[in-house]
């Protein structure tokens, strides 16, 4: 198993998600997250003085999915969040020990 | 005659109470303007203080403030009025009004609530001033002696008959009287207090710290627009008859024009100077044409009208950044709008009041703001020896909201026992 976190612009949420929905993935964990890449910040105005925003709003997707899917989960952010131009974000993957489904205490794959 | 004789008293004394209404409703305007100026964790904070300096202000005018203001003929000389206690509940008999021949055409209380509304508005300045990093208390303590002492003074000079209304000084609703009051006050204590922590770096930069929510601030700002109809058409006194409802309309339409000036100069400006719009100076644009046309709504046509208030509008923007350069924070650009462009209201009253005279409104300009100043900045020493005026470091890092009230604007993470979550 393995578990797919993707930084992505906020409004590719949508299209994300509709992607992995097509593929069969059953559930994802949003989070609204702050940072900078190679993007940094951007300059803000306000009453005259002007300052930079380090942290960009991005939003931070969470999928938990079995090996044979992964390559797709990978294929579909990468498709569904790309806009071509810098701040577009990144897809890490980790290993995942252990899903339990708490509803029926169903581990691993099944709880997926 | 006798009938048409009460019922205009009756009709002018409903057009004070209902314009009084109108200013009183400018402490709402106030307080939605400064609640979105600040950040969110002072929130709370500011509207407390809001509320409280508006009954503080009502109290205290009732018990020693209305009777400095307007002795009458108790006054003991051109500068000092005396004290004359408390505010009774007298007010004039039909007999007498109808033998006056319309002299007396409204209730006394009548007055009496049109004039503490002002008073509390003068308070309202202040408190954006020194959001975010004052005391609560010793705010409110400020307020009591700003509502019962200090304003009430130069407001007899001006309004009560004293020494400055017999040099010829004019100031129709208080350019002077009330904002000018209100900045000169909000002035001397930002002075004492410093700038919030951040706000200006160690080699002279300049930090901006956003407002929470601009929706709440463009509110207050049309909120206090309208509240100007009171504050300036209420100010005429009288509108029953063809002569005073015409003036009543003038006044109006030219505090109207003043603030839409305002609103369009301070805009320009802003975008020229910055390279974008500021809503915030759109916003303190409208406040500003509404301050410079204060001092004298009545004679100017309506394009005079408009350019006063685009001028006051140009200033205001000017102001604002000259403060920050000086190192004089003020979240809500009270001082510029209230105290600078108060003073250009003053000086516009010469551009169409053939009556008026640069040295009388130079005069009481100089004088308002030297006795508010003076007298503001004793007050806050006083209170800064006694209870200390200013908040700790770590209670302005934390929010006022959580440290002074121990309530949260907008609490978010509250855990689920009774949250609704």
Same mark, same amino acid.
């Given at each position: 198993?393995?578990?797919?976190?993707?930084?992505i612009?906020?409004?590719k949420?949508?299209?994300?998600?509709?992607?992995?929905?097509?593929i069969?993935?059953?559930?994802?964990?949003?989070?609204?997250?702050k940072g900078?890449?190679?993007?940094?910040g951007?300059?803000?105005?306000?009453?005259?003085a002007?300052? #930079?925003? /380090?942290? @960009?709003p991005k939003v931070?997707? &969470?999928v938990? #999915?079995s /090996?044979? @899917?992964?390559?797709?989960?990978i &294929?579909a952010?990468?498709?569904?969040a790309?806009?071509g131009k810098?701040? &577009?974000?990144?897809?890490f993957?980790?290993s995942l020990?252990q899903?339990?489904?708490?509803?029926t205490?169903?581990?691993?794959?099944d709880?997926? | 005659?006798?009938?048409i004789?009460?019922?205009?008293?009756a009709?002018?004394?409903?057009?004070?109470l209902?314009?009084?209404?109108?200013v009183m409703?400018?402490?709402?305007?106030?307080?939605?303007?400064e609640a979105?100026?600040?950040?969110?964790k002072?929130?709370?904070?500011?509207?407390?203080?809001n509320?409280?300096?508006?009954?503080?202000?009502c109290?205290?005018?009732?018990?020693i403030g209305?009777g400095?203001?307007?002795?009458?003929?108790?006054?003991?000389?051109?500068w000092?009025?005396?004290?004359?206690?408390?505010?009774?509940?007298?007010?004039?008999?039909a007999?007498?009004?109808?033998?006056?021949?319309?002299?007396?055409y409204?209730?006394?209380?009548?007055?009496?609530?049109?004039?503490?509304?002002?008073?509390?508005?003068?308070?309202?300045?202040?408190?954006?001033?020194v959001?975010?990093?004052?005391k609560l208390?010793?705010?409110?303590?400020?307020?009591?002696?700003?509502t019962g002492?200090?304003y009430?003074?130069?407001?007899?000079?001006?309004?009560?008959g004293?020494?400055l209304?017999?040099?010829g000084f004019?100031?129709?609703a208080g350019?002077?009287?009330?904002?000018?009051?209100?900045?000169a006050?909000?002035l001397?204590?930002?002075?004492?207090?410093?700038a919030?922590?951040g706000?200006?770096?160690?080699k002279?930069?300049?930090?901006p710290?956003?407002?929470?929510?601009?929706?709440?601030?463009?509110l207050?700002t049309?909120?206090?627009?309208l509240?100007w109809?009171?504050?300036?058409?209420?100010s005429?006194?009288?509108?029953?008859n063809?002569?005073?409802?015409?003036?009543?309309a003038?006044?109006?339409?030219?505090?109207?024009?003043a603030?839409?000036?305002?609103?369009?100069a301070?805009?320009?400006?802003a975008?020229?100077m910055?390279?974008?719009?500021?809503?915030?100076?759109?916003?303190?644009?409208?406040?500003a044409?509404?301050?410079?046309i204060?001092a004298?709504?009545l004679?100017p046509?309506p394009?005079?009208?408009?350019?006063?208030g685009?001028?006051?509008?140009?200033?205001v923007?000017f102001?604002?950044?000259?403060?920050d350069?000086f190192k004089i924070d003020?979240p809500v650009?009270?001082i510029?709008?209230?105290?600078v462009v108060?003073?250009?209201?003053?000086?516009?009253?010469?551009?169409?009041?053939?009556?008026?005279?640069?040295?009388?409104?130079?005069?009481g300009?100089?004088?308002?703001?030297?006795?508010v100043?003076?007298?503001?900045?004793?007050v806050?020493?006083i209170?800064?020896?006694?209870?200390?005026?200013r908040?700790?470091?770590?209670?302005?890092?934390?929010?006022l909201?959580?440290?002074?009230?121990?309530?949260?604007?907008?609490?978010?993470f509250t855990?689920?026992?009774?949250s609704?979550?």
């Open positions: 198993m393995k578990l797919v976190s993707a930084i612009k906020p409004f949420l949508d299209d994300v998600r509709e992607a992995l929905s097509e069969g993935v059953q559930g994802i964990t949003v989070t609204e997250v900078f890449g190679r993007q940094k951007h300059t803000e105005l306000y009453r005259g002007e300052y #930079v925003v /380090d942290f @960009l931070k997707i &969470d938990a #999915v /090996d044979d @899917l992964l390559d797709q989960v &294929d952010i990468s498709k569904a790309q806009t810098i701040g &577009d974000g990144k897809i993957v980790f020990e899903a339990i489904r708490i509803r205490g169903e581990s691993g794959a709880a997926l | 005659m006798e009938a004789t009460e019922v205009k008293y009709l002018d004394t409903f057009y004070f209902v314009t009084g209404a109108l409703w400018m402490a709402a305007g106030f307080a939605m303007l979105g100026l600040v950040r969110a002072n929130t709370t904070e500011i509207l407390t203080k509320i409280a300096l508006y009954a503080i202000a109290i205290m005018y009732m018990l209305y400095i203001m307007y002795p009458g003929d108790a006054a003991v000389n051109s000092w009025p005396g004290l004359h206690g408390i505010l009774g509940s007298d007010d004039n008999t007999q007498a009004v109808l033998a006056s021949g319309g002299d007396i409204y209730s006394n209380l009548s007055d009496f609530f049109f004039q503490v509304v002002f008073c509390a508005t003068a308070m309202s300045v202040v408190s954006g001033a959001a975010e990093r004052m208390w010793a705010f409110l303590a400020f307020a009591v002696v700003l002492f200090i009430p003074m130069q407001g007899y000079w001006k309004w009560g004293g020494f209304d017999q040099l004019l100031d129709f350019s002077g009287v009330v904002h000018l009051t209100g900045g006050a909000a001397a204590g930002v002075l004492l207090l410093g919030r922590k706000k200006y770096g160690p002279g930069e300049i930090n710290i956003p407002g929470a929510n601009m929706p709440m601030a463009t207050g049309f909120i206090l627009w509240g109809f009171g504050f300036n058409g209420g005429e006194l009288i509108v029953s063809v002569a005073e409802a015409n003036a009543v003038m006044v109006f339409v030219n505090t109207n024009a603030a839409a000036g305002g609103v369009v301070a805009m320009i400006t975008r020229l910055f390279g974008k719009t500021d809503l915030t100076m759109a916003l303190n644009g409208a406040l044409g509404l301050v410079a204060t004298e709504p004679t046509t394009l005079l009208a408009t350019i006063v685009a001028i006051g509008g140009i200033l923007v102001s604002i950044v000259s403060m350069k003020d650009g009270a510029s709008v209230h105290g108060g003073m250009w209201g003053l000086i516009a009253v010469t551009l169409s009041n053939p009556d008026a005279t640069l040295t009388a409104q130079l005069t300009l100089v004088t308002i703001l030297l006795w100043f003076i007298a503001s900045l004793i806050w020493l209170l800064k020896a006694v209870m200390g005026i908040v700790t470091e770590e209670e302005e890092y934390e929010g909201d959580l440290t002074d009230c121990g309530l949260e604007a907008y609490p978010e855990g689920s026992k009774g609704g979550i």
